[in-house]
């Protein structure tokens, strides 16, 4: 499960990203980033913002993409075009 939102002009978010637990370690969790990347690119976004709720586990760091950490999120991740 995971939800794509428009967060401002040329920028969406990612939220709410859930992999059940007997489909974890399967890739899932990278195509359901994929698929809300090129949502995020086709709209017209040119950064991807990772929110994340306070005490859970940080996500892994986003792969092909430049990561910074900022205080209302553990990174932003620009994906390449």
């Known amino acids: 499960?995971?939800?794509?939102?428009?967060?401002?002009?040329?920028?969406?978010?990612l939220r709410s990203l859930w992999?059940?637990?007997?489909?974890?370690?399967?890739g899932v969790g990278?195509?359901?980033i994929e698929t809300v990347?090129?949502?995020a690119l086709r709209s017209g976004s040119t950064a991807l913002r990772l929110a994340v709720i306070p005490g859970t586990r940080p996500p892994p760091p986003c792969t092909g993409?430049?990561?910074s950490s900022s205080p209302?999120?553990?990174g932003t991740c620009c994906p390449t075009v």
Not at 1 to 13: D, F, K
Not at 19 to 26: E, H, M, T
Request: positive net charge; hydrophobic residues 40%; without cysteine.
């Open 72 to 74: 209302e999120s553990v």
């Open 37 to 39: 990347t090129t949502w």
């Open 30 to 32: 990278n195509r359901l």
């Open 19 to 26: 992999v059940s637990p007997g489909a974890r370690g399967a």
């Open 1 to 13: 499960m995971v939800r794509g939102i428009p967060a401002g002009a040329q920028r969406s978010g």
């Open 65 to 67: 993409a430049a990561a």
